[in-house]
């Protein structure tokens, strides 16, 4: 068969599979078996069909003598083990050189029949179009079994893959969608704790997104993370129509896109340029609250260096390599702050565009890479105190980079990565602090996804002074150690504190420093730190440990990962809050609580009166 026959057949065949699907009597699955294995089919029936009625019409002789012929059932039984080769013999009666030789004629026939038939299943089972198909039954099997909430996760690049480790790290479920199957080779999701089902399929499509889930009940809210603003757009408005009640969030490097999804109510869009902006902005406002929004919103199963001090930056002026996307973002946080800013931009008509908005600070901008000794030095590099090298080129960022260090050594770079391949160079550079899209964007969405009180308490944070930035720092060096903290929200409710839900109702105080109390000892504390406390809409930094717990309070605590399972304990088992609360334990069980309060009750009957 010739490679364009192939392709024709394939192409039908997938036409084929789609019309049974439009129609919907079968799966795909079962529709493309029935499609491909109908001639095969046909031609066994046949085949049998005739190998039977020539048994039935031939006579034979029977053990008397006598004239014989055999029923549709014997010569049914008789193709069937001689087709098969498994030979029982000549049954119930010796055979007549007739009926031997029909035989012989059937043997031939069932062969070529069968080997037919065997060479189609054999291209079936590895035709993509069929193999494609099986993996989809079997993914929409996966989806509509899953029991549990869980998230759509749309890309499984760098991004999308950070966001469902942490996800799956935290025992949530994600189900992803991802277009380009060799992402599977980078990103190994089946060595996550939690199973992750995965469809290779557009996510920009809404046939998929509905096969993915979406329009579950128990479907939480959907993350667009592919590398395209468009297929982030379309996921956005798909998920918004499919699933209204459920959270969107998108990422958007393009403005222009930032805006349209945020018109039809995009409950989180992350643009990396603007969120670094903002953390950068920290660095120059607060190095220990830059240092801080590290420590929480970092993996919390990398490792702090035993040397880790806030970066230190001196008052001066900078360059900013590159005007793009990234460079104008941290132009305006520099314009904030007024900080004194060169920029370097290589395309002359971006350093027109910017005289003519920026009048009378023209001067500002040079035209020039920053990858010379020359541009360089027409910015005065030896007298600046910080290089941004903010191109979309990493070959031209770490040039700058190598460049820069070589002309002022005390100068403090920070460097945009674009591509994940490229970690260990910048990582030899020695950047002062390195910007990865992806790493960013996927630092925002893990935060609002799995702790929606953290974003409120870096922001409420950022706005403390120094004083207070180096006090919490303090705080939470003396709890976390080696490993950068593990944060968490906890609720008051029924379903997340139902043992704090059930003192409150017996009339109880239940107050925060119970829950900093540690259930095994309740002499020792457990080594974690509340962060926030939101009650009504109000949140209070770092709150007081007598504050007294009501229903719907929300806390925000960060500390070691075995403080978080022990006061676990403490919300969900009452004979835990009872012990850090210094109450008598109660049996959990009814009967055994009657029976306890019956004993007690004829102890205290027993006793003898004092005089």
């Given at each position: 068969?010739?490679?364009?026959?192939?392709?024709?057949?394939?192409?039908?065949?997938?036409?084929?599979t789609?019309?049974?699907?439009?129609?919907?009597?079968?799966?795909?699955?079962?529709?493309?078996?029935?499609?491909?294995?109908?001639?095969?089919?046909?031609?066994?029936?046949c085949?049998?069909?005739?190998?039977?009625?020539g048994?039935?019409?031939?006579?034979?002789?029977?053990?008397?003598?006598?004239?014989?012929?055999?029923?549709?059932f014997?010569?049914?039984?008789?193709?069937?083990?001689?087709?098969?080769t498994?030979?029982?013999?000549?049954?119930?009666y010796a055979?007549?050189?007739?009926?031997?030789?029909?035989?012989l004629?059937?043997?031939?026939?069932?062969?070529?029949a069968w080997?037919?038939?065997?060479?189609?299943?054999?291209?079936?089972v590895q035709?993509?179009?069929?193999?494609?198909?099986r993996?989809?039954?079997?993914?929409?099997?996966?989806?509509?079994?899953?029991?549990?909430?869980?998230?759509?996760?749309?890309?499984l690049?760098?991004?999308?893959y950070?966001?469902?480790?942490?996800?799956?790290n935290?025992?949530?479920?994600?189900?992803?969608?991802?277009k380009?199957?060799?992402?599977?080779?980078e990103?190994?999701?089946?060595?996550?704790?939690?199973?992750?089902?995965?469809?290779?399929?557009?996510?920009?499509?809404?046939?998929n997104?509905k096969?993915a889930?979406?329009?579950?009940?128990?479907c939480?809210?959907?993350?667009?993370?592919?590398?395209?603003?468009?297929?982030?757009?379309?996921?956005?408005?798909?998920?918004?129509?499919?699933?209204?009640?459920?959270?969107?969030?998108?990422?958007?490097?393009i403005?222009?896109?930032?805006?349209?999804?945020?018109?039809?109510?995009?409950?989180?869009?992350?643009?990396?340029?603007?969120?670094?902006a903002?953390i950068?902005?920290?660095?120059?406002?607060?190095?220990?609250?830059?240092?801080?929004f590290?420590?929480?919103?970092?993996?919390?199963?990398?490792?702090?260096?035993?040397?880790?001090?806030?970066?230190?930056l001196?008052?001066?002026?900078?360059?900013l390599?590159?005007?793009?996307?990234?460079?104008?973002?941290?132009?305006?946080?520099l314009?904030?702050?007024?900080?004194?800013?060169?920029?370097?931009?290589?395309?002359?008509?971006?350093?027109?565009?910017?005289?003519?908005?920026?009048?009378?600070?023209?001067d500002?901008?040079?035209?020039?890479?920053?990858?010379?000794?020359?541009?360089?030095?027409?910015?005065?590099i030896?007298?600046?105190?910080?290089?941004?090298?903010?191109?979309?080129?990493d070959?031209?960022?770490?040039?700058?980079?190598?460049?820069?260090?070589?002309?002022?050594?005390?100068?403090?770079?920070?460097?945009?990565?674009?591509?994940?391949?490229n970690?260990?160079?910048?990582?030899?550079?020695?950047?002062?602090?390195v910007?990865?899209p992806?790493?960013?964007?996927?630092?925002?969405?893990?935060?609002?996804?799995?702790?929606q009180?953290?974003i409120?308490?870096?922001?409420?944070?950022?706005?403390?002074?120094?004083e207070w930035?180096?006090i919490?720092?303090?705080?939470?060096?003396?709890?976390?150690?080696?490993?950068?903290?593990?944060?968490?929200?906890?609720?008051?409710?029924?379903?997340?504190a139902?043992?704090?839900m059930q003192?409150?109702?017996?009339?109880?105080?239940?107050?925060l420093d119970?829950?900093?109390?540690?259930?095994?000892?309740?002499?020792?504390?457990?080594?974690?730190?509340?962060?926030?406390?939101?009650?009504?809409?109000k949140?209070?930094?770092?709150p007081e440990?007598?504050?007294?717990?009501?229903?719907?309070?929300?806390?925000?605590?960060?500390?070691?990962?075995?403080?978080?399972?022990?006061m676990?304990?403490?919300l969900?088992?009452?004979?835990?809050?009872?012990?850090?609360?210094?109450y008598?334990?109660?049996?959990?069980?009814?009967?055994?609580?009657?029976?306890?309060?019956?004993?007690?009750?004829?102890?205290?009957?027993s006793?003898?009166?004092?005089?």
């Amino acid at each position: 068969m010739s490679a364009a026959h192939e392709k024709k057949s394939q192409a039908e065949d997938s036409a084929q599979t789609e019309a049974f699907s439009a129609e919907e009597p079968f799966n795909p699955h079962t529709a493309m078996i029935m499609w491909r294995m109908r001639t095969p089919l046909i031609i066994l029936i046949c085949v049998y069909a005739i190998a039977i009625l020539g048994l039935v019409l031939i006579p034979g002789v029977d053990d008397q003598g006598q004239p014989w012929h055999m029923t549709f059932f014997h010569a049914f039984y008789l193709v069937s083990y001689t087709a098969t080769t498994i030979g029982f013999g000549e049954i119930p009666y010796a055979l007549t050189d007739a009926q031997r030789m029909w035989v012989l004629v059937t043997i031939y026939m069932t062969v070529v029949a069968w080997f037919y038939a065997i060479g189609s299943i054999l291209s079936l089972v590895q035709d993509p179009v069929f193999q494609q198909a099986r993996k989809q039954a079997r993914f929409e099997k996966e989806v509509t079994s899953m029991r549990e909430h869980f998230y759509l996760v749309c890309g499984l690049g760098e991004t999308g893959y950070e966001i469902v480790r942490a996800l799956s790290n935290e025992h949530y479920r994600a189900i992803v969608i991802e277009k380009d199957s060799n992402t599977l080779l980078e990103h190994n999701i089946h060595a996550l704790p939690e199973y992750v089902p995965l469809l290779i399929a557009d996510a920009s499509i809404p046939k998929n997104l509905k096969l993915a889930g979406i329009a579950e009940h128990n479907c939480k809210g959907v993350i667009a993370a592919t590398a395209s603003d468009e297929t982030n757009l379309k996921i956005a408005i798909s998920s918004k129509l499919l699933h209204p009640d459920g959270m969107v969030v998108c990422r958007s490097d393009i403005k222009s896109y930032e805006e349209n999804m945020r018109s039809f109510d995009t409950d989180y869009v992350v643009n990396p340029y603007n969120t670094f902006a903002k953390i950068f902005s920290m660095l120059l406002h607060s190095p220990s609250m830059h240092m801080i929004f590290n420590w929480l919103t970092g993996a919390p199963d990398s490792q702090l260096s035993d040397a880790e001090e806030p970066l230190k930056l001196n008052a001066g002026r900078w360059i900013l390599c590159g005007y793009g996307r990234f460079g104008t973002s941290l132009y305006e946080s520099l314009r904030e702050h007024d900080v004194q800013t060169t920029i370097l931009e290589a395309d002359d008509e971006i350093c027109e565009q910017f005289r003519q908005a920026n009048t009378g600070r023209g001067d500002n901008i040079i035209t020039g890479s920053g990858v010379d000794e020359k541009t360089l030095n027409k910015a005065e590099i030896k007298q600046a105190v910080g290089i941004i090298a903010g191109t979309d080129n990493d070959s031209n960022n770490l040039s700058i980079i190598m460049t820069a260090r070589q002309m002022n050594p005390n100068i403090f770079v920070v460097a945009r990565q674009n591509q994940r391949d490229n970690t260990e160079l910048f990582e030899r550079s020695n950047a002062d602090l390195v910007m990865q899209p992806r790493e960013i964007t996927a630092r925002y969405i893990r935060a609002q996804l799995l702790n929606q009180l953290l974003i409120p308490f870096l922001i409420k944070a950022s706005q403390q002074d120094e004083e207070w930035t180096n006090i919490t720092v303090s705080r939470l060096s003396a709890v976390i150690g080696e490993r950068k903290p593990h944060v968490w929200t906890t609720i008051v409710d029924a379903e997340n504190a139902p043992a704090v839900m059930q003192a409150i109702k017996l009339g109880r105080s239940v107050k925060l420093d119970n829950l900093l109390t540690d259930p095994v000892s309740c002499s020792h504390r457990l080594e974690c730190v509340a962060l926030l406390f939101q009650r009504n809409g109000k949140k209070q930094l770092m709150p007081e440990d007598d504050i007294e717990l009501k229903p719907g309070d929300q806390i925000l605590f960060c500390g070691k990962h075995e403080a978080k399972d022990g006061m676990h304990w403490i919300l969900q088992v009452m004979s835990s809050l009872n012990y850090v609360m210094t109450y008598e334990n109660e049996p959990e069980s009814y009967i055994w609580r009657k029976f306890s309060r019956r004993y007690k009750d004829t102890e205290r009957r027993s006793r003898p009166r004092q005089p």
